[in-house]
């Protein structure tokens, strides 16, 4: 039986049309820029990508809260009240405790509606990384796998997914929690540029120091061009920090060196962008299992 939903976050950073298109329900993220608490949702009701990077690159700072286990229980119910089984698939654990909120969600639920599937899957991805298992899962169901086909898929391919991303300041990632300080003096570096990937964890890891910001992105591809199958028969995902010229660069990069036809891009929102900061480029694909 195909009767199931799949939820997400956020952190996908897929806009309203791609959200639209995949038939997705996304649950939005909480921030607070300068003293202003504001919700993330794909449509950008709220903040626009833009004037949020506008408002940080003036210097106003930005926090990120976890979806709360309340947030989970109420975006989950009405789907399974109707009879249908829900397949989130959330942030990376290695990043925050809002997947760990939806576990505790879903055992809640599974007492109350003891006849249905209630499965939350860790991505141990970020932004269109996550985005692009998403995506995946999709077209899995679309085909007809079951929602337990979709689930073991999932946990099967997520170390499969490589982030390669560069920052033109690690700072923001250093406020956040999500790299230590002595990474972070990286930033502080003459034209350093950090070439940043995650582990098997879900953890961001530091693994080159590039000078200048067109290595840096040329990097990324050339990450690419080593651990990714069949580049011109998959989708690539690219999201951007309010960087559309880093984006474009990549996106045509990318076009040239392996044929790609099937690219899709995107702004990351404040939620990630929270973290990353303005000028983030990354670029994301299935290969081999992820090493640095």
């Keep these: 039986?195909?009767?199931?939903?799949?939820?997400?976050?956020?952190?996908?950073?897929?806009?309203?049309?791609?959200?639209?298109?995949?038939?997705?329900?996304?649950?939005?993220?909480?921030?607070?820029?300068?003293?202003?608490?504001?919700?993330?949702?794909?449509?950008?009701?709220?903040?626009?990508?833009?004037?949020?990077?506008?408002?940080?690159?003036?210097?106003e700072t930005s926090t990120t809260n976890q979806i709360s286990i309340v947030t989970f229980m109420e975006t989950f119910e009405p789907f399974l009240a109707a009879g249908q089984d829900v397949l989130y698939l959330g942030f990376s654990s290695g990043l925050s405790g809002t997947y760990n909120n939806s576990v505790i969600a879903a055992k809640e639920l599974s007492s109350k509606y003891p006849q249905r599937k209630i499965y939350a899957v860790d991505t141990l991805a970020a932004s269109m990384g996550e985005g692009l298992l998403v995506?995946?899962?999709?077209?899995?169901?679309?085909?007809?796998?079951?929602?337990?086909?979709?689930?073991?898929?999932?946990?099967?391919?997520?170390?499969?997914?490589?982030?390669?991303?560069?920052?033109?300041?690690?700072?923001?990632?250093?406020?956040?929690?999500?790299?230590?300080?002595?990474?972070?003096?990286?930033?502080?570096?003459?034209?350093?540029?950090?070439?940043?990937?995650?582990?098997?964890?879900?953890?961001?890891?530091?693994?080159?120091?590039i000078r200048g910001r067109k290595q840096s992105l040329d990097t990324l591809v050339r990450h690419m061009q080593k651990t990714s199958i069949d580049?011109?028969?998959?989708?690539?995902?690219?999201?951007?920090?309010?960087?559309?010229?880093?984006?474009?660069?990549?996106?045509?990069?990318?076009?040239?060196?392996?044929?790609?036809?099937?690219?899709e891009t995107a702004p990351i929102g404040p939620v990630i962008g929270a973290h990353s900061g303005p000028g983030t480029v990354a670029l994301f694909y299935l290969g081999q299992d992820r090493e640095a």
Aim: include cysteine; charged fraction near 25%.
């Design 231 to 263: 580049p011109d028969k998959q989708m690539i995902f690219i999201s951007h920090g309010n960087s559309p010229e880093g984006c474009a660069y990549v996106e045509e990069k990318v076009k040239q060196q392996f044929g790609t036809t099937q690219i």
């Design 1 to 59: 039986m195909n009767n199931y939903r799949i939820i997400t976050d956020a952190n996908t950073d897929f806009t309203q049309e791609q959200v639209d298109r995949l038939d997705l329900t996304v649950i939005p993220m909480s921030f607070t820029i300068g003293d202003t608490p504001l919700m993330d949702y794909p449509d950008e009701r709220e903040l626009s990508s833009q004037e949020f990077y506008r408002r940080v690159s003036a210097g």
């Design 135 to 209: 995506y995946h899962a999709v077209i899995k169901k679309r085909e007809g796998a079951s929602i337990e086909e979709v689930k073991e898929w999932m946990e099967q391919n997520r170390n499969r997914l490589h982030h390669w991303f560069t920052v033109d300041d690690l700072n923001h990632l250093k406020r956040g929690g999500r790299i230590s300080g002595a990474s972070a003096l990286v930033g502080t570096m003459l034209g350093i540029k950090p070439i940043l990937h995650f582990d098997d964890e879900g953890h961001i890891i530091l693994v080159e120091k």
